[in-house]
């Protein structure tokens, strides 16, 4: 355990950022995960509203940095493709 004041801080400060990020990675993979459902099931009008926030999802964590910005490319890439691919 650190003993200097200012290394302190910088255990709480770390441990918060790590819970948020934790928290950021988990609500994409379940954004992911449910536009996955609803290509697989067929649902045109799910998978619709699905695409949209897993979109959103994916920007947001190329933004801060959760994803790098040529992985968000290629998953918005592979979910237009799924998704225009549903008759």
């Known amino acids: ?3 200097i004041k200012s290394a302190k801080k910088r255990v709480k400060v770390i441990s ?6 934790k928290i950021a990675k988990s609500s994409l993979k379940t954004a992911l995960r449910r536009f996955d459902e609803a290509v697989k099931s067929q649902d045109k009008a ?3 509203k699905a695409y949209a926030v897993a979109v959103k999802k ?6 801060k940095g959760l994803v790098h910005k040529n992985n968000a490319a290629r ?3 592979q979910f237009t493709k799924a998704l ?3 008759a």
């Open 1 to 3: 355990m650190p003993n």
């Open 16 to 21: 918060v950022k790590t819970l948020q990020n």
């Open 46 to 48: 799910a998978a619709e």
């Open 58 to 63: 994916i920007d947001k964590a190329a933004a």
């Open 75 to 77: 998953k918005k890439s």
């Open 84 to 86: 225009n691919a549903i």
